[in-house]
Each structure stands twice: as structure tokens, then as C-alpha cells.
């Protein structure tokens, strides 16, 4: 089994859905979690990050951690054609060498 | 604008030679890395370095070299040794400790 696991997809949506991408983990160590979109030919840019479980919200995005279950989410609300990306989740702990998931490819057509 | 610079942006590779893969970055972070891109898998680390003039193996470093010879540069030589170098190659880098990961736009290499 991998320490982090992840649905490649892809995952086709409508514009203005509202978009869940999740993680499944093994490791308990995993301390922080992020979340970054990457664009085809280009490098994952950070969209999320957070250290706590919880909800995170910044605009369109909401990211949810829940330790007890080791299952991370990103919600994309109002999704947008410009969403399509492949997301990546990445999670670490205190060895500070991060995780990346497979990343979970999302089409969103208008 | 601060950022991570990789080039170049595209790269090809005769059998048996080797070649270098250019990532700097003006973010005055101590930490950077190297990952390999394939359809599919996700990153995977190849080296990694906390601080000048040190450096680290990653989960697939044969056939790969680094330097870190200035806090701000960490080149990646593709070796003649690695026999499937076909890949996408992101550089990235960190202030240190827990702090997110920046990339560069990656290059792309490929053999002829």
C-alpha cells in the first residue's frame, strides 16, 4: 500500500459544480498536509496549506483535514473551465521531505 | 519577482552523454530538490540539499549527480548511467523546516 493514495481520475465536471478531491494516507507521523494545481507543462504551484485538522478557506477553496480517518480534501466551490488541472496532494511529517499523491487530473467543462 | 528559474525549458539527450539541468532560485531559501515527473506517478524525489555544499540522495538518485556549490543554485546531471532518463524534472525550494515547497516550471527531457 502507498503512504499516500489518490484517485488519478480524471474527473469531469460542469462549470459551477462544486469539486471534491481526496487523499487517502497511511503514515500517522503526517503533520502537514498541501494541496497544489498543476497545469499541463507546468510546475505545481501551492494552493493550500495547513497543519491542523480541520477546515482551511481561502476564496473558491476550501481544504479539510481529518487525522483521525487520514483523509485530506479539497473542495473547488463554483468550479471554472480555468480549474482544469491536475490536483496534487503532498503531506509530511517531522522528517520535513514531503509525499506527493499520484494527483487526480479535473476537467471542467462549460 | 522571486521565483525558481529552470532551463531549459526542453532538452534532448544522445545516448552516452551526459547533461545538466540549470535550477536557481531568488528566494534566499536554504533548502532545494530535484523530482522526477513521469505520467501517472507522481513526484519522485531524486536529491535533495538543507544547505550549501551538502546534499542528500532521494528515492531514485542512480544515475543522477548535484552540486550545491551557492546557496541559490542546485544543478542536476542527467548521467550517461541512467538508461530511461525520459521525464519531466521539477526543481524545488523551501525556506526550511515545515514550510511549503515552491517549484520551478520543470524541463523536459527527452532522448533523441
Known amino acids: 500500500q502507498k503512504e499516500v493514495e489518490q484517485d488519478p481520475g480524471p474527473l469531469s465536471v460542469p462549470e459551477g459544480a462544486i469539486v471534491s478531491l481526496n487523499c487517502t494516507y497511511s503514515n500517522s507521523a503526517f503533520q502537514y498536509f498541501m494541496w497544489y494545481r498543476q497545469y499541463s507543462r507546468k510546475g505545481p504551484e501551492l494552493l493550500m496549506y495547513?497543519?491542523?485538522?480541520g477546515n482551511k478557506e481561502d476564496g473558491r477553496f476550501t481544504a479539510q483535514v481529518d487525522k483521525s480517518s487520514k483523509y485530506i480534501s479539497l473542495f473547488i466551490r463554483d468550479s471554472q473551465p480555468s480549474d482544469s488541472a491536475t490536483y496534487l496532494c503532498a503531506m509530511e511529517g517531522g522528517s520535513y521531505i514531503p509525499t506527493f499523491g499520484r494527483g487526480t487530473s479535473l476537467i471542467v467543462h462549460p | 519577482d522571486g521565483g525558481i528559474t529552470q532551463s531549459p525549458k526542453y532538452l534532448f539527450r544522445k545516448e552516452g552523454q551526459n547533461v545538466t539541468l540549470s535550477c536557481e532560485q531568488n528566494l534566499n531559501h536554504d533548502a532545494m530538490y530535484w523530482y522526477r515527473q513521469d505520467p501517472g506517478q507522481g513526484l519522485r524525489l531524486i536529491y535533495y540539499?538543507?544547505?550549501?555544499?551538502?546534499?542528500q540522495k532521494g528515492d531514485i538518485a542512480e544515475g543522477y549527480s548535484v552540486s550545491r556549490e551557492k546557496k541559490e543554485s542546485f544543478p542536476l546531471t542527467v548521467t550517461s548511467a541512467q538508461k530511461n532518463p525520459t521525464a519531466f524534472y521539477l526543481c524545488?525550494?523551501?525556506?526550511?523546516?515545515?514550510?511549503?515547497?515552491?517549484f520551478g516550471d520543470g524541463t523536459r527531457l527527452s532522448i533523441l
Open positions: 495547513t497543519y491542523s485538522s
Open positions: 524545488a525550494s523551501r525556506q526550511g523546516g515545515p514550510e511549503p515547497q515552491h
Open positions: 540539499s538543507q544547505i550549501v555544499n551538502d546534499f
